[in-house]
Each structure stands twice: as structure tokens, then as C-alpha cells.
């Protein structure tokens, strides 16, 4: 049963325009959500966050979106950049109980920037 | 540069073999989580230790253990390989104050059973 499902195995977007990464999640009880980034050989590197009593955060070209009564967030990248293609994984994290659990992550979307 | 370290980077080993993978976490930081990349699981969360103790336990299978010591570097053993458990092993680390922390993580261990 996955609870982190990133439906686009793949994207593909032109240089310049928004590239926007979709996330549905089935766990109420998760209330903190990530972002992470990942080139081939090399360890996720986070990106953004978001906690569940926001529905917004930006950090630069980085927009994360959350929608609590769809269970969504989507990530907002603009404008894109040929660095930016990757693999993006979404992540959540249930916090009943205190502390940071082992995060839950979806199978990712490959994102290819196109010149 | 995440500031989490592993080693080795490649391991390559026969069945029925045990092998100890390391982490050295981000200065600071007290809890280690150990994470497994298959090509059809995607990233899977296996344990949690929190300052020599196990936290949390996620997908861990009883021929794995972990453990984490005082210089609150870890360890992940696994033993009695199967093929099955080749596999990418990432290794994150975070503060862990008792709210909401990002994981960062380490470059991972490329395990290859043969």
C-alpha cells in the first residue's frame, strides 16, 4: 500500500517555463512534507519543506503548495533550468508521538529539461 | 556536500555473505536513519537510532541490524546476503529536537550480491 504516490514517472519541460511536480499522499496522519532532488550516484538532496499548517513555501524558484483536504502538494519550479533535471522525490513524515520518524517517500518523477 | 558521510561507496560480495556498512552523520546532528533503494521499491526507511538508541523501525528485515555508537556514528550489518539485497543503502542524518527536521543524506552505498 503506498502512501506517497507521485503518479508521472517522467516530465519533460522547455527551459524557461514552469515545471510542476505532483505528490497525493493517504496518510492523515502525516503533517510534514519534502522535497528532495536526485542525480544519478548521488544521495537525495533536500530541497523545501512544508509543515501542515501552511499551505505555501517558496525558496527562490521553489514553490511548494499543499492542499490538506485533497492530501496534495505539488512543487513549483519557475523558471526552469537545464540543472534542474533530475529525479524528484516527494517525502512525508508523521510526527505523533515526537520526533522525526524514517520518512516515507514516493517513487519519484524524472524531470528532463529541454533546451 | 550534505555533511553526512559513507563508507564504503561500492561493495561487492557473494551470497550467504555479511557485510557492515557506516555512516558518519552532519556534525550536531543525533539521530541516523538508514534507508534502502531497490529499482522496484524505491526508497524504503529501514531504522532510526537517536543517540545510541533505536528510534523507530521501518522495513527492516531480521537479517539487518543497526546499531549506533557513543561518537554517534552507525552501523548497518546485513547478513546471510541475498541476491535480493543488492540494493543502494543511504544513510541520513538530522537534528532531531522532537519536531518536524529535514533528513539530509549521504551519498549512499552501492551493494552488488553476486
Known amino acids: 500500500d503506498q502512501q506517497v504516490k507521485q503518479n508521472s514517472p517522467s516530465l519533460s519541460v522547455q527551459e524557461g517555463r514552469i515545471s510542476i511536480l505532483n505528490c497525493d499522499y493517504t496518510?492523515?496522519?502525516?503533517?510534514?512534507f519534502l522535497w528532495y532532488k536526485k542525480y544519478p550516484a548521488e544521495g537525495p538532496t533536500f530541497l523545501i519543506s512544508?509543515?501542515?499548517?501552511?499551505d505555501k513555501n517558496e525558496d527562490g524558484r521553489f514553490t511548494v503548495f499543499l492542499n490538506k483536504s485533497a492530501k496534495h502538494l505539488s512543487l513549483h519550479i519557475v523558471p526552469s533550468q537545464p540543472g534542474d533535471s533530475a529525479v524528484y522525490f516527494c517525502a512525508a513524515s508523521g510526527t505523533l508521538g515526537g520526533g522525526a520518524d524514517g520518512l516515507t517517500f514516493g517513487k519519484g518523477t524524472h524531470l528532463i529539461i529541454q533546451p | 556536500d550534505s555533511g553526512v558521510t559513507q563508507t564504503p561507496k561500492h561493495l561487492i560480495t557473494a551470497t550467504g555473505q555479511r557485510v557492515t556498512l557506516r555512516c558518519s552523520p552532519r556534525?550536531?546532528?543525533?539521530?541516523v536513519y538508514w534507508y534502502q533503494q531497490s529499482l522496484d521499491q524505491g526508497l524504503q526507511f529501514l531504522i532510526q537510532y537517536y543517540n545510541g538508541e533505536e528510534r523507530a523501525k521501518g522495513n527492516i528485515l531480521e537479517r539487518f541490524s543497526a546499531q549506533q555508537f557513543p561518537d554517534l556514528h552507525s552501523e548497518l550489518n546485513l547478513s546471510s546476503l541475498e541476491l535480493g539485497d543488492s540494493a543502494l543503502y543511504f544513510c541520513?542524518?538530522?537534528?532531531?529536537?522532537?519536531?518536524?527536521?529535514?533528513?539530509?543524506f549521504g551519498p549512499g552505498t552501492r551493494l552488488l550480491v553476486l
Open positions: 541520513a542524518s538530522s537534528v532531531d529536537r522532537g519536531g518536524l527536521e529535514t533528513q539530509y
Open positions: 556534525s550536531g546532528d543525533l539521530s
Open positions: 512544508i509543515s501542515s499548517i501552511k
Open positions: 496518510n492523515s496522519m502525516f503533517d510534514y
